[in-house]
C-alpha cells in the first residue's frame, strides 16, 4: 500500500510563501495523479490542486487558483505544493493524495477518488 509523508508546513505571516512535500513510497509513483486536499478547523476536506502522472496536466481549486502551483519530480518520487501571497483563510491541515486508478488525469476534486493519504502537515497563516 502506498505511503505519503508530507513535510514543509508552518506558520507564516499573511503575504508569505511556503512549500509543502510530499514523499511517496509503496507504488509506482509515476503512472498515478496526485492530490492536495486542506481540513480547516470545524470544516471538511476539500480539493486543493491536483497534477497528472507525467506532471503536464494540472487542477485547482478556485480559491488558490493563481496563488498556489502543483508539481512533481517522479524520480525523486514527490509531489509538491509551492502556496504563495497566503492568507489566514489558507490555515488548515494539508493533505497529499494518491489517485485510486492509474492512468488517470488530474481533473477529479472528489476526495472518493483517491485511495492513500499522508498523515498532514499543519500550515497557520496569521493576520
Known amino acids: 500500500q502506498a505511503q505519503l509523508v508530507e513535510s514543509g508546513g508552518g506558520r507564516v505571516q499573511a503575504g508569505g510563501s511556503l512549500r509543502l512535500s510530499c514523499a511517496a513510497s509503496g507504488l509506482t509513483f509515476s503512472i498515478y495523479a496526485m492530490g492536495w486536499f486542506r481540513r480547516a478547523p470545524g470544516k471538511d476536506r476539500e480539493f486543493v490542486a491536483a497534477i497528472s502522472a507525467g506532471g503536464a496536466s494540472t487542477n485547482y481549486a478556485d480559491s488558490v487558483k493563481g496563488r498556489f502551483t502543483i508539481s512533481r519530480d517522479n524520480a525523486k518520487n514527490t509531489v509538491y505544493l509551492q502556496m504563495s501571497s497566503l492568507k489566514p483563510e489558507d490555515t488548515a491541515v494539508y493533505y497529499c493524495?494518491?489517485?485510486?486508478?492509474?492512468?488517470?488525469?488530474?481533473?477529479?476534486?472528489?476526495?472518493?477518488?483517491?485511495?492513500?493519504w499522508g498523515q498532514g502537515t499543519q500550515v497557520t497563516v496569521s493576520s
Open positions: 493524495a494518491v489517485r485510486d486508478t492509474p492512468y488517470i488525469t488530474a481533473g477529479t476534486t472528489s476526495t472518493l477518488h483517491f485511495g492513500s
